[in-house]
């Protein structure tokens, strides 16, 4: 253990989709809806899905490869894997999927973070103590959903909402002494559980009672949901920020959960930031829960939407329900 809280340097970040691409148009093959129906509540147009074999573990390794290059790294120099997925395609650990996957050469610690949407957050919440420990040094968060898999695809208010994707951090000491996480905060309240589920009930022993079994589907109270993030989204975004000695001026970018962009728009009001400050690319991939972050943090880098050596609040809500906040630091050369 270190004598000192060591600081932590974002070192690479990446991320990665599936081609196959899936209009609101396309839907409608499937239900009664409409692309006017859907854009207007949600700001989505389209959404990528995994096809045939493909899944969150191929498009995991691929943001993690990404983000292990940007960070000038080599797979071996990972000491510790953070997965953290909403609608996993393996419950025994996607973490030690992806260990696999990276064919890392000696065993690492790898587990799985479950907090749905706001996995990202999580994990890098639990990287920010491992590394101010000392206990490790090179860690890769992955966050890799294929909810495709686990939706109800009769159940036109949920199926509408999402998509698959992967976005990956690695994160390591920073020699500096500068932290590039100003601000980290996670929260979580199982009152709400009943907003959102994905139940793997399994069954019982043949020998004993056997009790009901709900089929491992997304259900999801769209408009429970909707209300309970509108109630206390905004204002803890604002509270984290004051909470930090920060105002929404020293933000450059925020970078949100793509949930649905009118809950986005009420986090942005509250805070007082102009458009250009927001990151959004929900139009285009839906809602792609635990890596919806990364995914837009990487991709806006990419396209030059965020430039680096900046300021970024990241903020997200998931089933559970968990929610938090970080204020990050975007150094250069991290994308
Ligand atoms: O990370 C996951 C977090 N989840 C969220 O952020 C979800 C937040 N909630 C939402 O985004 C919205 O609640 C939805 C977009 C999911 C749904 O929008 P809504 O305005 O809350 O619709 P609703 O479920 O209250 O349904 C309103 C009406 C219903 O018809 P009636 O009963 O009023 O006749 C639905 O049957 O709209 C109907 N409807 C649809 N119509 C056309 C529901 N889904 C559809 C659809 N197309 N896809």
Not at 220 to 244: C, H, Q, T, W
């Amino acid at each position: 253990m270190a004598d000192k809280l060591i600081p932590l340097r974002i070192a690479g970040i990446g991320y990665s989709v599936p081609d196959t691409v899936v209009t609101n148009d396309d839907l409608t093959k499937l239900y009664e809806t409409s692309d006017e129906w859907i854009y207007s509540r949600t700001g989505i147009k389209e959404r990528r899905l995994v096809s045939g074999e493909e899944t969150a573990i191929d498009l995991g390794e691929r943001a993690a490869k990404n983000a292990i290059k940007k960070a000038g790294m080599t797979p071996d120099d990972i000491d510790l894997i953070i997965a953290a997925s909403t609608a996993p395609i393996e419950v025994y650990s996607m973490g030690c999927q992806i260990h696999k996957r990276l064919g890392i050469s000696k065993p690492v610690p790898a587990f799985d973070v479950a907090a749905a949407c706001t996995g990202l957050i999580y994990g890098l919440s639990i990287a920010k103590g491992m590394i101010a420990s000392g206990m490790y040094k090179n860690i890769l968060i992955v966050a890799t959903d294929n909810n495709s898999k686990l939706l109800d695809w009769t159940d036109r208010g949920t199926s509408i909402l999402f998509g698959d994707g992967a976005g990956a951090l690695v994160v390591t000491q920073a020699e500096d002494g500068e932290d590039d996480i100003i601000a980290i905060d996670i929260k979580s309240d199982g009152n709400y559980d009943h907003l959102i589920s994905l139940p793997f009930d399994g069954k019982n022993c043949p020998l004993v009672e056997q009790a009901e079994v709900k089929p491992s589907l997304i259900k999801m109270n769209g408009r429970g949901v909707y209300a309970f993030v509108a109630k206390i989204l905004p204002k803890y975004v604002e509270d984290l920020l004051k909470n930090s000695g920060l105002t929404s001026e020293d933000i450059d970018y925020m970078i949100p959960h793509q949930a649905n962009i009118r809950i986005i728009q009420a986090v942005q009001e509250r805070l007082g930031l102009p458009e250009d400050k927001v990151v959004t690319n929900i139009k285009y991939y839906g809602n792609t829960s635990a890596a919806s972050i990364p995914i837009a943090l990487a991709e806006g880098v990419e396209k030059g939407n965020v430039k680096l050596n900046s300021t970024a609040l990241l903020c997200g809500f998931g089933a559970g329900m968990t929610w938090g906040g970080a204020i990050i630091r975007l150094r250069d050369g991290i994308c």
